[in-house]
């Protein structure tokens, strides 16, 4: 099993579902969406930081389509901020 360090230091299982949810959210096809999961996680180790995915991901969308990639960081600010106001 590989685990994933989060921000505050908290670590959970790595699920590539839920790159794959956030990648389609942003206007990406749900193949693509795959496809970048797939590589992030061949990148995955244990101990990988939430920090380290975002940089993978971003990568993979900017090589895709740039304006996916702007979305995704937009949307990934708005859920933050909602998460912190909670």
């Known amino acids: 099993m ?3 360090v989060k921000r505050y230091g908290t670590k959970e299982e790595f699920i590539p579902e839920k790159i794959v949810a956030s990648i389609s959210k942003v206007g990406a096809s749900s193949k693509i969406a795959r496809n970048i999961a797939k590589t992030v996680e061949g990148k995955a180790y244990d101990g990988i930081t939430t920090s380290k995915i975002r940089e993978i991901v ?15 960081v937009l949307y990934e600010r708005a859920i933050k901020k909602r998460r912190e106001q909670e």
């Open 58 to 72: 971003l990568s993979a969308l900017s090589e895709q389509n740039s304006e996916w990639a702007t979305n995704w």
């Open 2 to 4: 590989i685990s994933v």
